[in-house]
């Protein structure tokens, strides 16, 4: 199935965003990612560009600063430019994963400064806003646009290290309310994804992920942990006509680890 519609993805090059970049290909999406990653791991990724290329779709891929507030409107040029003429982008997904994991209280490590929350606060759960209404000034977006983000149960409970980007997700869910509120008028709905824990190299960069990855199991009654795959099926059936009324809430997609 070909269409004219596009998914924008923000944070594609891996873990859930990349897994929901094959997803929406599949189905006949064209996919805009933008990502910001190294040079020495580029061949990595353009072997995973490759994999969403086979479907045969048009692929858009920028390595660019997403959060940074003065290039994004460069970087939403360009995407207007290369986009074909009477072409739209019908569904956004902000997985950006850029934040301080540090404890708020340690005799031994740094600790948790203002700064810290601000730039978790700013990449995780604002950039979704700045993003959100740039692209509806640019009058890029479709008259049925879904917009989805990925939270966490990080939202309700406290873990070690894990409080900065605690605050981001909370946040993240409330904007997410507030833009299906709001930018209803023109066609918008809005949804948090908050699935289980996932074996991506964000949870890596977590320290004692391994304690984590551990009790996520034991909780699990479906006992194993959720795949980036189990996400960007979720994030497909909430692009569907089928779904187009449900908007403003956070939908679990955890196996039910989260009921124990």
Known sequence: ??????????????GLGL???KKLAS???HIIIVHRDRRSDMDTIENAFDEIRVFGNQLITLNADALNAEKRPVIISDIEHQLPKGHQIKVLVHSVAK???????????STLTDTDFRITFDAMALSLYDWTKALVAAKLFASDTRIISFTSEGNTKALPNYSAVSV?????EALTRSIALEFAPIGIKANCIQAGITMTKSLSMIPGYEQIKANALKRNPNNR????DDVANAVYLLTTDEAKWITGTVIKVDGG???I
């Open 19 to 21: 897994a929901t970049a």
């Open 225 to 228: 942990l959720t795949t980036p």
């Open 99 to 109: 934040g301080a994991l540090k404890p708020m209280y340690s005799e031994s490590n």
């Open 1 to 14: 199935m070909k269409t004219n519609f596009w998914a924008l993805i923000l944070g594609g090059s891996s």
């Open 27 to 29: 189905h006949g999406y």
């Open 257 to 259: 680890e989260s009921l």
């Open 168 to 172: 981001a997700k909370v946040a993240l």
